[in-house]
């Protein structure tokens, strides 16, 4: 019986775009997604000759069979037949729940990532394709760093990382259900008219530009959702700084100059900490170290 200490690293979506809704009820998507610095902890016991999955955890989140840790493990035991194992998991979650920044798909990925190297599987496509099965944003962080999503986020593309960049993630508390959110942006906005040669152009564009290009179509939701985030969005801007969504929210980060004088715009329970872009390069030893 051997126990293994996983870190389950955050992202944020520096470029999303929603494009038309697509016949199994979600939406096509152009997005980038980012690893970075804030990161859930997971302790991954395998024990031989047993079988079963056990999870746990210090926050109140579904410990059953719909925690997407859970399905990534019974989707990888039957899709690679691996030997009888019992598995047993206990997750310390430090991602805000429902905020935005892909807790339970990092988990979930974090989780495919070891198993994948552990059990010595080669086969790249199907454990991307698994991957998909549990959650649109899971398999991106079987990649880690900057990575290109299409389709419903889900058709990933690893591409040449975004020069690391220090933000402010601001904690809400709020809660932004990610369906009503979509329901609300087919009702209240229209669909961003882009193709992927378009998109690829405007990724290469960040690269120059950095964070002033970055954009979030969600935003454009803040006027009819949350009046009081888009005043204080409004006056962000106002200030020099550059405020937007982290993917459906609530979390939403800040990039500027002297982030530390951002703190002082926020209101007193909003909780807001300064990170920094989790590499390519880095993410493998990072996520086992």
């Known amino acids: ?36 610095s804030i990161f859930d902890e997971i302790d991954l016991t395998i024990e031989k000759g047993k079988k079963g999955i056990e999870i746990s955890s210090n926050r109140d989140i579904p410990l059953d069979s ?9 989707l990888f035991v039957e899709e690679f ?18 905020g935005g920044m892909g807790g339970g798909s ?28 549990i959650g649109s944003d899971v398999p991106l962080f079987l990649l880690g760093g900057t990575v290109m999503g299409t389709g419903k986020g889900d058709r990933v593309t690893k591409i040449k ?27 209240k906005c229209e669909k961003t008219d882009i193709d992927l040669i378009k998109f690829s152009e405007i990724v290469l564009n960040t690269y120059k530009k950095g964070y002033h290009s970055f954009y979030n179509d969600f935003d454009r939701l803040l006027q009819y959702y949350d009046r009081d985030l888009f005043e204080l ?18 979390t939403f980060i ?16 909003f909780k807001a900490v300064k990170l920094e872009f989790v590499s390519g390069s880095d993410y493998e030893r990072l996520l086992f170290g």
């Open 1 to 36: 019986m051997t126990t293994f200490k996983l870190k389950s690293f955050a992202k944020i979506n520096p470029l999303l775009y929603i494009s038309e809704k697509r016949e199994d009820g979600y939406h096509n998507l152009f997005t980038l997604y980012q690893t970075v």
């Open 161 to 187: 990382d975004l020069v690391n960049t220090e933000f402010l993630a601001v904690f809400t508390g709020k809660h932004y259900p990610t369906e009503k959110m979509y329901s609300l942006f087919d009702e």
């Open 81 to 98: 037949k691996v030997e009888p194992c019992f598995f047993k998991v206990f997750i310390d979650k430090r991602i805000p729940p429902g």
């Open 66 to 74: 719909s925690n997407l840790v859970y399905k990534a493990i019974e």
């Open 106 to 133: 990092s988990n979930a990925g974090a989780v495919l990532y070891f198993l994948k190297k552990h059990f010595k599987i080669k086969a790249n496509k199907r454990i991307l394709d698994l991957a998909a099965k």
């Open 233 to 250: 969005f409004a006056y962000l801007k106002s200030k020099g700084y550059k405020p937007m969504l982290s993917g459906s929210g609530s």
């Open 254 to 269: 800040i990039f500027g100059e002297d982030l530390s004088r951002a703190k002082k715009f926020l209101p007193e329970n």
